[in-house]
């Protein structure tokens, strides 16, 4: 396609697509004119022509500022609202940006409080980053799926903007509740229900049914029970939509967490369902791994605890955390597979290998294996 049709695709779809947010609707029109979700020189080039034609047209407010998303906090009985924001556009992050204010300000963070706000970022971000990278990947998801992906996205801007300007914490509950509720649809509909019927019986609201409904299909999640259900309980019931309830701001805080956590455990799985091919792994001893963030890891074995649990044994390799690399051995709780990939890449492998060879020939790693079984 030359440049004068495309422009000219670009303007026709921009005119259909006036209802969606205008960093969405850019997306929308990639994937209608190249579809290419691998991201290479001849991807970018086509996304760089629609951002200029935008940046043509609607000047700088078409340009996207980074953020994939906005997290509320609270610190010492004040809200902040804590940008998540794409590191290739902004690479400073949004708790630095805090951090210096709030030594602007004055009021420099306790230890406490800077591990809860280190925290906070760091499950924001992976949460916030498999939102963000499901919607890049619109072939995984049916059109049921991406416009209640699409909604659930306003719930959660609307959860933290409802708070920031009118301090309507009930209405920010609602909407974090909702963006779990369209969440946890889009789970059901990628374990084999029809579209038609959620909605219907206990299919409808109540976010304890859902996952119950999900756990029938597989046990994965139960991870999500908790979560469920604590943020089901600032509500009661829907009904409690119509009514004024005694509510915090630090419940809408955490009802956004919650609902968070529902979002992102549900995306990285859907992610990661495609890449295995299948809705779980076995691990094989000597295998390697990744999960969700591209951690890479070598499978060495189970074990049991003193509670007869069966613990999964995975050596971290080339993690790195502030200018250092790490390589450590974590034990997990079985089962865990679901929560990574098989790695298949035989350079990878070759330099994964090569690694941990060096580790395991050392004396100091044999002690530590034994350790890790106390």
């Known amino acids: 396609m030359d440049d004068a049709t495309f422009f000219a695709e670009i303007e026709r779809l921009d005119a259909e697509m006036l209802a969606v947010p205008m960093e969405l609707r850019q997306l929308d029109i990639y994937h209608a004119l190249v579809g290419r979700e691998q991201r290479d020189e001849s991807a970018l080039e086509s996304f760089n022509k629609i951002s200029a034609w935008y940046l043509q047209r609607y000047g700088t407010q078409a340009k996207w500022d980074g953020v994939?998303?906005?997290?509320?906090?609270?610190?010492?009985?004040?809200?902040?609202?804590?940008?998540i924001r794409h590191s290739n556009v902004n690479p400073k992050s949004g708790l630095a940006d805090l951090l210096e204010t709030l030594q602007l300000e004055g009021n420099p963070t306790s230890p406490e409080e800077y591990r809860y706000l280190t925290m906070s970022f760091l499950e924001g971000t992976a949460d916030f980053s498999a939102l963000h990278n499901i919607e890049m990947r619109p072939s995984l998801l049916s059109p049921e799926q991406r416009s209640l992906l699409r909604r659930a996205w306003f719930d959660?801007?609307?959860?933290?903007?409802?708070?920031?300007?009118?301090?309507?914490?009930?209405?920010?509950?609602?909407?974090?509740?909702?963006?779990?509720?369209?969440?946890?649809?889009?789970?059901?509909?990628?374990?084999?229900?029809?579209?038609?019927?959620?909605?219907?019986?206990?299919?409808?609201h109540d976010l304890n049914n859902l996952i119950k409904a999900l756990v029938v299909k597989h046990s994965r999640y139960d991870f999500l029970k908790k979560p469920a259900k604590d943020l089901h309980?600032?509500?009661?019931?829907?009904?409690?939509?119509?009514?004024?309830?005694?509510?915090?701001?630090?419940?809408?805080?955490?009802a956004f967490r919650l609902a968070l956590h529902c979002v992102g455990f549900i995306a990285?799985?859907?992610?990661?369902?495609?890449?295995r091919g299948a809705r779980d792994l076995d691990f094989e001893l000597g295998h390697y791994y990744h999960d969700c963030t591209g951690r890479l890891y070598r499978f060495c074995g189970y074990e049991k605890n003193a509670q007869g649990e069966q613990l999964c044994r995975l050596f971290l390799l080339e993690a790195t955390e502030q200018g250092h690399t790490i390589d450590a051995l974590i034990t997990y709780k079985a089962p865990c597979g679901f929560h990574y990939a098989?790695?298949?890449?035989?350079?990878?492998?070759?330099r994964l290998e090569a690694r941990y060879s060096a580790y395991s020939l050392k004396r100091d790693f044999r002690a530590t294996l034994r350790a890790s079984k106390m």
């Open 233 to 254: 309980s600032f509500l009661d019931s829907m009904s409690a939509r119509y009514t004024s309830l005694r509510r915090s701001l630090a419940d809408a805080v955490q």
């Open 68 to 83: 994939i998303g906005r997290q509320p906090l609270l610190l010492r009985g004040k809200l902040h609202v804590l940008e």
């Open 268 to 275: 990285v799985q859907i992610e990661l369902d495609a890449e």
């Open 342 to 350: 098989e790695i298949r890449d035989q350079q990878t492998i070759a």
């Open 156 to 204: 959660l801007k609307d959860a933290t903007a409802v708070i920031e300007s009118s301090s309507d914490v009930q209405g920010s509950i609602v909407h974090s509740h909702e963006a779990a509720e369209k969440f946890l649809k889009v789970a059901l509909i990628h374990e084999g229900y029809a579209f038609k019927e959620l909605g219907k019986g206990t299919l409808r």
